[in-house]
């Protein structure tokens, strides 16, 4: 059995990891964003969609997963 300590130390690794690949697609979205000739708005509503999607197969919220889509197309590298 997981302990509290444990399963905290287990979050903070998980969370250290989606901070990784938020970054990581902040950055292609930015390569996207500079080649490509589409509506980054289109681009953006074909992420959320397809979130939505992923949660709803994972049995996760799917209004909750379009909220954070939202914010998570929107991230931007600091300048």
């Known amino acids: 059995m997981t302990t509290v300590s444990e399963a905290q130390e287990q979050l903070e690794k998980v969370d ?10 902040v950055s292609l979205m930015e390569e996207v964003r500079d080649q490509s000739e589409s509506d980054p708005r289109e681009l953006e509503e074909e992420a959320v969609s397809f979130w939505a999607e992923e949660a709803t197969d994972r049995g996760l919220d ?9 914010m998570v197309v929107k991230l931007r590298k600091a300048a």
């Not at 250290?16 to 697609?25: G, V």
């Not at 799917?62 to 939202?70: L, M, V």
């Open 16 to 25: 250290r990891q989606i901070l990784t690949l938020l970054d990581e697609r």
């Open 62 to 70: 799917e209004t909750d997963a379009e909220k954070i889509a939202r």
